[in-house]
């Protein structure tokens, strides 16, 4: 039966969360994003308070929150800094296609060690001409004895410059377009490896985005994740449970930015009047609210059906809820700068890096309009 | 050793506060419930104590309705390892709470007892020291920093007095001790520590388990009141001094700030 | 109305002023009471000031051990004596002393306690008393069942009235019984600076404090009643006060019992910053600024000439204490 409360060990989480984020995040979120500096001391708290690689199975020693936990956790963190949040959240994307397409004896080696001490992971599939066409890679491997070597670039790779881990996606085949790639977990500290430096982003500045030069660099077979071939099957299985909770860090931050504006438009006067007063400033609160139920509630959808094994609609569900999540984001964002007036144009109030954090939400792990495709593609199959 | 943490659940500090029809309290259906503040710096110093002696075990208890479990289990997700939940659906009052709490006490074997200062929605501030005097311990209270001896027979605490002085107090223990903001910075209940905590068992005792199923409390509340609407601003008349002597009198005798 | 019983707090010669506004009380309601003070030594001083605020009776119970404050010895003293004399009410001030042994004083005699009350009604047989909770955002009525009723008095609230009446004083020898905790030793408070976002009562400075040095001002204003000194933003930009002063919608936002706004203008930046504070005073030589829309009391002035006078105020009151 339809249930739309959560558990009381999900509030417990919520609250758990949100009590972390008012305290760790909330407080450092301007200064990150002035500096751009990484938020290496926020990251680890978060690890010491179990925040980070909440994917990692029981059995493996780990939490094995399904995806609707890491939507109400991404949920709480955007609301604080979406910069932290990807920092926080994005190892999650790096480990998990080891938990989906590796061994036990792989996760023991490669994912384990993320229990005992706050480290990172990188997950490298974009390149510098490989965006949303995700299947057309350049970055080769080619079989040497016992290794692969890779050559190659990728680009926009999120915590690079940390990292201690890389999961990265290479053909080994071009003329097997997807069929042909492959997943290798890669030791960030590998001769041959080379780290581009960390880009000075409009947005989420405090996360450390670089690109990465594979030169020859050596990995043994074993590290060989899944089969031949399954590289990319791999991939979309990933970025399948990490859309969502990425969806869900825009809900956040559209609330957030729907809180500020209200609160700003109970207490600017004009005309003799709180602004709240008025129907341009209410309209525009009222459509906020209703944007951000609507993605929340396609955010838990989409995280249920998944958890519940029903990937095909599971799917389906968490492209529309990043669509719509990333896309009404923008919108409240760049509302609750309007409500504000010249004083939210100003970096002294929080709602223009909202704005600007918000943006990459539409173009990272599947454009808007990518999710539009795949939608669609959905909807006219029968 | 056996470190007790007394802990109350009370209203979140935000909590817009709505007196109910008969006046004898505040509504609490949209209320969101916390641990109070300063039991939680009450339980991360058991924590500690526990970390620094490498032995003991930290029990958790609290007085209330079915809904204060989870304050329990806040507690056992930040590392307490027993919980202890007295169970009643009255509001007690500190007599009736303290007599509840020494008898819990007395069961754990308790060999240090620590609390929050005051709970901040009753704000008395007595049921430490009302605890202790049950069990004949001693006690001290606005404690800031607290060593044990090893070999466990005494402490030695900081305690916050007037004027920013500080008073360092030796006790005998068992004893109790009710501490305030600046001792420790609380832990987060970590997430594995949440999971973990829905699935312990919490030990339950009624009124009457603990022997005072006939007793009442020994104070009565009514009457619940708003303080008065802020009136509107005054701008004091005469010349400066005039105006110095006039606010420092406002400020003592009308405003109660000073 | 039986036996009513205060306990006074003295220290060194010295009777804490919420004794005698427990008295003064009293004597305003018709109740005759007894004035109870642990002690030793040479009292004369305590026990005449008490009777002079109408206590009917001053009973001084006498060791060396109750010389200096002990939470035992005051306990175990206070209950020896006060048990024998079938007390209705004892009342004391909600001093730190107060809070630490009443509770335990309350314990010995099995009955209910109410801490920190702002007032009380002692008519005919019954007892009430008033206190604020939720962190005074509301307050309560409470009555006890049962003798005796034991409570304590906020301090500052109850107003202090001379009226030289006989009384007689009495010394008894007390009994301080075991005593397992012990102050050993005391430091004195290092002048720290109080942390804004903590403090009770904070002294602001707008630009017209001119320049850094003329900050002096307010610290010194600050330094009478343990505040904490801000600034608004234009201050700061001016390079008047560093940036961790600064109070406002990009400083910190404070919640203090008391805030004081030297020549602020009160922009809406500034007020986001402070204004949940309980009571807000303005000083500006600007009738028409806007902090005075928000302020509880104003003074349309110079600061420079305002403050000091007010600082010295403020060390007149201290003094009385």
């Not at chain 1, 990272?364 to 669609?376: D, F, L, M």
């Not at chain 2, 943490?5 to 909590?15: A, F, G, N, R, Y």
Request: glycine residues 8%.
């Amino acid at each position: 039966m339809l249930n739309f409360s959560l558990s009381d060990e999900q509030l417990a989480l919520r609250d758990m969360v949100r009590k972390f984020v008012q305290q760790e995040i909330i407080p450092n979120a301007a200064k990150y994003d002035e500096t751009s500096e990484f938020p290496r001391e926020v990251i680890n708290k978060a690890w010491e308070a179990g925040l980070m690689n909440i994917a990692i199975p029981e059995k493996f020693g780990g939490l094995g929150l399904g995806v609707l936990g890491d939507v109400i956790i991404n949920e709480e963190m955007g609301a604080g800094c979406l910069g932290m949040t990807t920092s926080i959240a994005v190892n999650t994307l790096g480990l998990y296609p080891i938990l989906l397409g590796g061994t036990d004896a792989q996760i023991e080696e490669f994912v384990v060690p993320f229990l005992s001490s706050p480290k990172l992971a990188s997950f490298c599939l974009t390149e510098p001409g490989s965006g949303s066409d995700a299947g057309s890679l350049s970055t080769m491997a080619r079989e040497e004895g016992d290794h692969f070597v890779i050559n190659g670039s990728k680009m926009w790779i999120t915590n690079a410059g940390h990292a201690d881990l890389f999961t990265v996606f290479c053909s080994t085949n071009k003329e097997l377009k997807t069929k042909g790639i492959i997943c290798l977990a890669v030791p960030a500290n590998l001769p041959g490896i080379s780290l581009g430096k960390h880009e000075n982003k409009l947005g989420q500045r405090c996360s450390d985005t670089r690109s990465i030069t594979f030169e020859n660099v050596k990995v043994p077979k074993s590290n060989l994740i899944g089969k031949m071939g399954e590289g990319f099957k791999i991939a979309m299985r990933t970025l399948d449970r990490t859309r969502t909770p990425i969806a869900a860090g825009a809900v956040g931050a559209a609330r957030a930015a729907m809180n500020y504006s209200k609160n700003y438009a109970k207490e600017r006067k004009q005309f003799g009047q709180p602004i709240a007063n008025f129907q341009a400033i209410q309209f525009m609160l009222a459509d906020m609210a209703v944007k951000i139920e609507t993605a929340r509630l396609l955010c838990y959808n989409a995280a249920w059906l998944i958890d519940n094994g029903q990937d095909e609609q599971g799917g389906y569900f968490s492209a529309l809820a990043k669509r719509h999540s990333a896309d009404m984001a923008m919108e409240v964002a760049t509302d609750a700068v309007q409500i504000y007036g010249g004083y939210g144009y100003t970096k002294e109030y929080p709602v223009e890096k909202i704005m600007r954090d918000v943006k990459l939400v539409q173009i990272y792990e599947g454009t808007s309009q990518i999710q539009r495709v795949v939608i669609a593609r959905h909807l006219l199959k029968d | 050793m056996n470190i007790i943490v007394l802990i109350k659940q009370v209203p979140d500090t935000e909590t817009k506060v709505r007196i109910t029809a008969d006046k004898r309290g505040i509504e609490t259906n949209d209320i969101k419930w916390v641990i109070n503040p300063y039991d939680e710096f009450a339980i991360e110093e058991g924590l500690k104590t526990k970390e620094r002696l490498k032995e003991g075990l930290v029990s958790v208890v609290t007085v209330g309705p079915d809904r204060t479990v989870e304050a329990l289990r806040t507690a056992v997700a930040m590392g307490a390892d027993n919980a202890i939940h007295v169970k009643t659906e009255s509001v007690l009052d500190t007599y009736l709470v303290a007599k509840a709490l020494a008898e819990v006490c007395k069961k754990e074997n308790a060999n240090i007892i620590f609390t929050g200062k005051q709970a901040i929605d009753d704000d008395q501030a007595a049921t430490f020291g009302y605890v202790a005097e049950l069990l004949q311990f001693p006690s001290a209270s606005v404690v800031v920093k607290c060593d044990i001896s090893p070999d466990k027979s005494k402490a030695t605490v900081e305690q916050e007095g007037d004027g920013g002085a500080k008073n360092v107090i030796e006790t005998s223990l068992p004893a109790v001790l009710a501490v305030n903001k600046g001792i420790n910075t609380p832990r987060y209940a970590s997430l594995p520590g949440i999971m973990k905590a829905k699935k312990k068992e919490i030990k339950t005792y009624t009124l009457t388990d603990l022997g005072l199923g006939a007793e009442n409390s020994k104070t009565i509340d009514s009457d619940y009141q708003l303080p008065p609407e802020r009136a509107a601003g005054k701008k004091l008349q005469g010349d400066a001094s005039a105006q110095a002597k006039e606010l420092v009198r406002l400020l003592r005798e009308e405003a109660k700030v000073i | 109305m039986g036996n009513v019983f205060v306990i006074a707090e003295q220290k060194d010669g010295h009777v804490k002023r919420v004794s005698l506004e427990i008295l003064s009380e009293l004597t305003r309601q018709g109740v005759a009471a007894t004035a109870v003070v642990p002690g030793f030594g040479d009292l004369s001083k305590v026990t005449d000031n008490l009777v002079n605020h109408g206590a009917a009776k001053v009973v001084v119970l006498e060791h060396e051990a109750l010389n200096q404050y002990n939470t035992e010895a005051y306990t175990n003293a206070l209950h020896q004596y006060l048990s024998s004399q079938n007390p209705s009410v004892i009342v004391t001030g909600a001093t730190s002393h107060g809070k630490d042994f009443l509770p335990r004083l309350a314990a010995k005699f099995t009955t209910g306690i109410a801490v920190d009350c702002t007032s009380f009604q002692l008519s005919g047989d019954k007892v009430s008393v008033r206190r604020p909770v939720y962190a005074g955002k509301c307050s309560k009525q409470v009555e006890f069942s049962g003798a005796p009723a034991i409570f304590s008095v906020r301090p500052n609230v109850l107003a202090v009235q001379t009226g030289s009446k006989s009384g007689s004083v009495e010394k008894v020898a007390a009994n301080p019984g075991t005593v397992k905790a012990k102050i050993v030793s005391t430091v004195a408070s290092q002048i720290k600076k109080v942390e804004l976002t903590e403090a009770d009562i904070i002294i602001s400075g707008g630009r017209s404090l001119k320049s850094a040095d003329n900050f002096k001002i307010l610290a010194d204003c600050a330094a009478t009643v343990g505040a904490a000194v801000g600034a608004s933003r234009a201050a700061v930009d001016a390079g008047y006060a560093p940036h961790d002063m600064q109070v406002g919608q990009t400083g910190k936002t404070v919640s203090p019992k008391l805030y004081i706004a030297c020549g602020i203008s009160g922009a809406i930046q500034h007020l986001a910053g402070m204004r949940t504070s309980k009571v807000i005073v303005a000083i500006n030589k600007d009738p028409e600024a806007p902090i005075f829309q928000k302020a509880d009391y104003g003074i349309v002035g110079d600061l420079f000439e305002v403050v000091p006078l007010l600082t010295e105020e403020l060390k007149k009151l201290k003094s009385q204490s």
